[in-house]
């Protein structure tokens, strides 16, 4: 019973990890110029208010949940496999 379980969640865990590679390789740069920075340019414009709202917002918060998902799974994977 435990292998079958150990199979299925090793199946899951491997999936999680090419789709954390993909999301990770499909993210676009976010990066703001040092002056954007000191005068806190980039906060106030409508488009970095509804950021989350937008593609690149998705595919971050897609890449933040698998990257969970990979961590919680490594760690069940390590105490099935200690069984």
Same mark, same amino acid.
């Given at each position: 019973? =435990?292998? $079958? %379980? #150990? @199979? &299925?969640?090793?199946? %899951? !865990?491997? &999936? %999680?990890? &090419?789709?954390? $590679?993909?999301?990770?390789t499909i993210q676009t740069k976010d990066s @703001?110029?040092? +002056?954007? /920075? =000191? ?5 106030? @414009?409508? !488009?970095?208010? @509804?950021?989350? #709202? /937008?593609?690149?917002? #998705? $595919?971050? #918060?897609? /890449? =933040?949940? /698998? ?7 490594? $760690?069940?994977? +390590? &105490?099935?496999?200690?069984?």
């Amino acid at each position: 019973m =435990v292998e $079958i %379980i #150990r @199979n &299925i969640i090793l199946v %899951i !865990y491997v &999936i %999680i990890c &090419i789709v954390l $590679i993909v999301l990770a390789t499909i993210q676009t740069k976010d990066s @703001n110029g040092a +002056s954007q /920075t =000191v005068t806190g340019a980039a906060a106030n @414009n409508f !488009y970095e208010q @509804n950021k989350g #709202r /937008t593609k690149e917002g #998705r $595919i971050k #918060r897609m /890449t =933040v949940v /698998t990257g969970v998902l990979f961590v919680v799974l490594a $760690i069940v994977l +390590s &105490i099935l496999f200690v069984m």
